[in-house]
């Protein structure tokens, strides 16, 4: 008796020479196959994950929280709670001025703010993409901007029907032109933009300065870059940690190291600028 | 083997392998060393399953973590987890099967072959004979740091994660592994 012509041998291997094949397509031809499937994985196994993201980001969020007041014994632990209410107070007043600032700079009046949460943070240090919980359905398009509170967070590179694939702006091949600005109320920019690029794997931004820049430690890097839309124009991408002596022009120029407000791999809730039209 | 129970466990761990990253994971840049546990579950499931069920769940779970991963390119995690399989089932003779520490080293021994695979078959993509293109910002010496540490967390995760697994095996119907077979 003949063996049948199909059998599971034969199937998987016809399965490992598509895959082969599947691995050496053009970047374009490999996402044109693989998009399909991704965002059906990312509906199925999305509100799982996505539950269990928010309960991690919540237990362990990426900056320090005040403490409970349930663990709090004694009064010396109120006092704690106390400081670190007042010290979040002050950075939220901080926020806010920010805010304000990147309002008086930038037209808002056509965009929608709309909130996404992160669903499946980023996985490959190399490709900083995570994805969120927003997608076509809800105005979501490919290139629109992305924000945390008053940070630049990413662009979107890949809408599905109820999840997107956003791209963070600390991608190693990313160069970000921004504006340094003293933090204080009223304070102006500095006249000359800096590119600035990603280091410290993801952590931080530098970027390359004369030497005898007036920049200080604590100002503030908007973006303003014109390879950007309008509307994200005006974010804050970081602030200046430290300025050291370039390494190849000691004396001549130094190197100004920006870190983001708040850790970008470790933010749970965005905002996405969608225009006033496509939203829904 | 159970096919509805692989689904389920499948769908339970890739749901906890994503969401609970940002809890159990090392901050390693932008993203978390964490523990792969698609790949402790593979592990378990080759240590005893007839040897054509270990390949068919090698490309299930391979196509999961390909596609849980923002890299748009389909099949390197899918091939390596093939190797994988193969590699498991050379191995699985040696080793005894109710062990935790069997499956840790079976898992890192897999884990090797895995990511040191899934990194050559993205390297290739940037030969020039080939239509591929290679991926942008895309470095292997990085990837492979990270896939080592990732593959420390991952053997030291499989002890636990394969010991409550083991308690479950009764849903599994998995038929034990014999020498010759």
Redesign the interface.
């Known amino acids: 008796m003949k063996p049948p012509r199909l059998n599971q041998r034969r199937v998987l291997a016809g399965i490992v020479l598509l895959l082969l094949i599947a691995c050496v397509l053009p970047t374009r031809g490999a996402r044109a196959v693989s998009t399909v499937p991704r965002h059906l994985l990312e509906l199925v196994v999305g509100p799982v994950s996505g539950l269990l993201t928010r309960l991690s980001f919540d237990i362990r969020p990426g900056h320090k929280p005040p403490p409970e007041a349930r663990t709090l014994e004694d009064y010396a632990n109120m006092r704690v709670l106390v400081e670190s209410l007042q010290q979040r107070i002050l950075q939220l007043e901080q926020e806010n001025r920010n805010l304000r600032r990147i309002r008086e700079v930038q037209e808002f009046d056509g965009f929608t703010f709309l909130p996404a949460r992160v669903t499946m943070p980023v996985r490959d240090p190399s490709n900083p993409t995570l994805t969120i919980d927003r997608g076509q359905r809800h105005g979501v398009r490919q290139g629109q901007v992305v924000t945390a509170g008053d940070s630049l967070f990413g662009r979107v590179t890949d809408a599905g029907t109820v999840t997107s694939a956003v791209r963070l702006i600390n991608a190693p091949d990313t160069r970000l032109v921004v504006r340094l600005v003293p933090p204080e109320p009223g304070a102006a920019a500095y006249d000359k933009l800096v590119q600035v690029q990603q280091a410290d794997n993801g952590k931080a931004f530098w970027a390359k300065v004369e030497a005898d820049t007036t920049i200080r430690v604590g100002d503030l890097a908007h973006l303003a870059d014109d390879a950007w839309p309008t509307e994200a124009r005006g974010f804050i991408v970081g602030r200046v940690q430290r300025i050291i002596d370039h390494p190849d022009w000691p004396g001549l120029a130094r190197r100004v190291i920006i870190k983001p407000l708040r850790p970008l791999g470790r933010t749970s809730n965005v905002i996405v600028l969608v225009p006033v039209g496509a939203a829904s | 083997m159970r096919w509805l129970t692989f689904a389920i466990f499948v ?2 761990m ?3 392998e ?7 994971g090392v ?6 060393v964490g523990p792969s546990l698609m790949l402790i579950l593979f592990v378990h499931v080759a240590m005893s399953a007839p040897p ?1 069920a270990v ?2 769940a090698a ?1 299930v779970i391979g ?2 973590v ?11 995690a ?2 390596a987890y ?1 190797l994988g399989a193969y590699v498991a089932m050379q191995l699985r003779v040696m080793v005894f099967r109710d062990s935790a520490l069997s499956l840790a080293a079976m898992t890192f021994a897999v884990g090797v072959f895995v990511h040191l695979a899934v990194v050559f ?1 993205l390297v ?2 940037g030969l020039p004979f ?4 290679p ?5 292997a010496p ?2 492979l740091v ?1 896939g080592f540490f990732e593959l420390l967390y991952t053997t030291a995760a499989s002890i636990p994660v394969g010991m409550l697994l083991r308690k479950l095996e009764s849903m599994w119907a998995l038929v034990p592994n014999t020498i010759g077979r």
Do not use: E
């Open positions: 769908y339970v890739l749901a906890a994503i969401g609970l990253r940002p809890l159990v901050p390693y840049g932008a993203s978390f054509l390949a068919w490309l196509l999961l390909d596609l849980t991963h923002q890299a748009p390119i389909v099949g390197p899918a091939l093939l078959l290739i993509r080939l239509p591929s293109d991926l942008p910002d895309w470095d990085g990837q990270f």
